[in-house]
């Protein structure tokens, strides 16, 4: 028997392209494809969107194609915990949990903050990302960003380009806060011959240097800065294992499927010492937005996704005083 449907769902890809080409370990993009997943009700309606995680090969096709494997459970009611039992974590679950919790907030009239038991959201200072490139092209790149008060440079493995890079953006911007990016593309050797331009250009985070599967290549290595896990935590159940290797965990609703585990993951972090970070693949303010509130719980974050893309979505994210906050009657507000 056919459950009765509560709901209609839709899902529909979106190609977002971006402004220019942009380059990190082993990649360079040219437009960010996203599935956007739709919750209509004949009144409110909630909406996410998803990028899914490119080098777990995750493409709109799939997302889309897993999306309508549990249209039926979706439709019929299924909650954002049920959800989670539904699905693996990735960009469809994301989809779908932010389009709930969307609409569950607009058929409350209550914002999604208030939901979650959170405080009334804050702007929040955000890193601005300079993709991996030449030198002075990355230090051009950071006197682009005028008004940011954080940098995170994308880094590519060669340690003596890479230290190039570094003291080129430091000498462009020795006011900012910088924090690397090596996107699982250095080794412990790269890591030691790159550790001097490190401390010299007061770099304040590395994050995720070493590939999925070598984590334990960190326990050896004295390091002066903090390091932070992204591709070596894609969900909950992979935060115990961080301690003792990583500082910081960071966060992705694409990777651990939504703002529902994100917040979870907050929460489990928090219990075993480690340090927080909210990031973002590359979307539009509509897959920001509930970034942002996951970010009001975090100690750095990493949300400028938008400023990439050649076209946004309306309300869209502001970015002022290298700051980043989102509008009150966008996704989530319960109006």
């Known amino acids: 028997m056919t459950a009765q449907r509560q709901r209609i769902l839709s899902a529909v890809e979106d190609p977002l392209p971006f402004k220019a080409p942009f380059t990190i370990t ?10 956007v997943a739709r919750l209509e009700t004949g009144g ?4 996410g969107e998803a990028s899914g995680v490119y080098y777990r090969d995750e493409n709109p096709a799939a997302m889309l194609a897993t999306i309508e494997s549990v249209q039926e459970e979706i439709e019929a009611g299924a909650d954002r915990q049920t959800l989670r039992n539904l699905l693996p974590a990735g960009g469809a679950r994301n989809a779908l949990d932010c389009a709930l919790w969307d609409l569950e907030s607009r058929q409350a009239g209550r914002p999604v903050w208030a939901l979650a038991g959170l405080e ?20 051009d790149d950071a006197l682009g960003y005028v008004q940011a008060r954080s940098l995170k440079l994308k880094l590519t493995g060669d340690p003596d380009l890479e230290a190039e890079r570094l003291r080129a953006v430091r000498k462009a911007r020795p006011d900012v806060w910088i924090g690397v990016d090596a996107n699982q593309g250095l080794t412990p050797d790269t890591l030691e011959a790159l550790l001097p331009a490190l401390v010299d250009c007061d770099v304040k985070l590395l994050e995720q240097p070493f590939a999925i599967g070598r984590e334990a290549d960190l326990e050896g ?3 002066p800065l903090p390091v ?6 894609q969900g909950l159940a992979d935060i115990e294992a961080l301690v003792g290797r990583f500082d910081i965990v960071n966060i992705k609703l694409d990777k651990c499927g939504g703002l529902t585990e994100g917040l979870m993951m907050v929460a489990e972090a928090r219990r075993l010492g480690l340090g927080v970070m909210v990031g973002n693949m590359a979307g539009s303010s509509l897959a920001l937005a509930p970034g942002f509130l996951l970010g009001q719980l975090c100690d750095i974050v990493d949300l400028d996704g938008p400023v990439f893309i050649s076209r946004d979505r309306d309300p869209p994210v502001v970015y002022e005083d290298g700051h980043v906050s989102y509008p009150a009657n966008g996704w989530g507000g319960g109006a």
Not at 120 to 139: E, N, Q, S, V, Y
């Open 26 to 35: 082993g990649y360079t993009f040219t437009a960010w494809p996203v599935v």
């Open 44 to 47: 409110p309606a909630g909406e």
């Open 120 to 139: 009334a959201p804050r702007p929040l200072i955000t890193t601005f990302t300079i993709g991996a490139a030449d030198p002075g092209k990355m230090a």
């Open 221 to 223: 290595i004295k390091l």
């Open 228 to 233: 932070a896990a992204d591709e070596s935590v």
